[in-house]
């Protein structure tokens, strides 16, 4: 079975600087990844996904995430954080085979200083 | 329009009692999903249809059971509700890959149905 893990809980960085949330996973082929964005009191949206190909892909608001496979990552990145990127993030994992939900990480949250 | 609505945003009830969160995806996808989220964030999926069909069900306890009248909804009812119930239920659907099945495509949420059990 598939999981992901983030290690970091919770970061703080401030407006302007750059971002880099981490992301691991464990599966036995390549899988599906995801990064999701959770804004308080909201849904899940979407920032960006890897199926296959370029293994930098890019995203919704300026964000890009770098699939690694020697590390079994896939971080997301981005290099000057808005104070509205304050949310909820989710890395996810869907295996590239068989008939299986995805699986989400426990999120990390970030706060944005001034 | 809203892509996949759920209904009630918010519900609060006490122990025991019954309660169903309904769910409806107006963008022509084939799967949805239930998952629950827990005070920590923690996304846990419960449960998944494909077609009408319950292709997912993880460990949930059978006082939860999902109800899929045809492909454009997915209601979850609720029985003799626990303390431990208390979360917020997000509804998702997905247009499942040609060779993968359920799980390869990008998952469309609900806003979510926050449940508060007393």
């Known amino acids: 079975a598939q999981s992901v893990t983030q290690p970091d809980i919770h970061i703080t960085v401030s407006e302007g600087a750059s971002l880099e949330l981490r992301c691991n996973y464990s599966?036995?082929?390549?899988?599906?990844l995801f990064w999701y964005v959770q804004s308080p009191g909201q849904g899940l949206q979407l920032l960006l996904k890897?199926?296959?190909?370029?293994?930098l892909v890019q995203g919704i608001k300026g964000f890009e995430a770098e699939f690694k496979r020697s590390q079994s990552s896939f971080n997301l990145r981005k290099p000057s954080v808005h104070w509205s990127d304050a949310a909820e993030y989710f890395c996810?994992?869907?295996?590239?085979?068989?008939?299986?939900?995805?699986?989400f990480g426990s999120g990390t949250r970030l706060q944005v200083q001034p | 329009d809203t892509a996949v609505s759920q209904t009630p945003k918010y519900l609060v009830t006490q122990m025991g009692n019954d309660k169903s969160i309904k769910c409806e995806q107006n963008?022509?996808?084939?799967?949805m999903y239930w998952y629950k989220q827990d005070s920590k964030k923690f996304l846990k999926i419960m449960f998944s249809y494909n077609n009408k069909e319950l292709i997912i069900n993880e460990t949930v306890p059978n006082r939860f059971s999902p109800k899929s009248p045809d492909k454009a909804h997915l209601n979850l009812h609720i029985n003799s509700l626990e303390l431990g119930d208390s979360a917020v239920y997000f509804c998702?659907?997905?247009?499942?890959?040609?060779?993968?099945?359920?799980?390869?495509?990008?998952?469309?949420f609900g806003e979510g149905s926050r449940l508060t059990v007393l």
């Open positions: 963008l022509g996808h084939d799967t």
């Open positions: 599966y036995g082929a390549t899988p599906y």
């Open positions: 996810a994992v869907a295996p590239s085979r068989g008939r299986r939900a995805l699986t």
């Open positions: 890897y199926f296959s190909g370029d293994t």
């Open positions: 998702a659907s997905s247009q499942a890959g040609s060779r993968s099945g359920a799980g390869s495509g990008e998952l469309f």
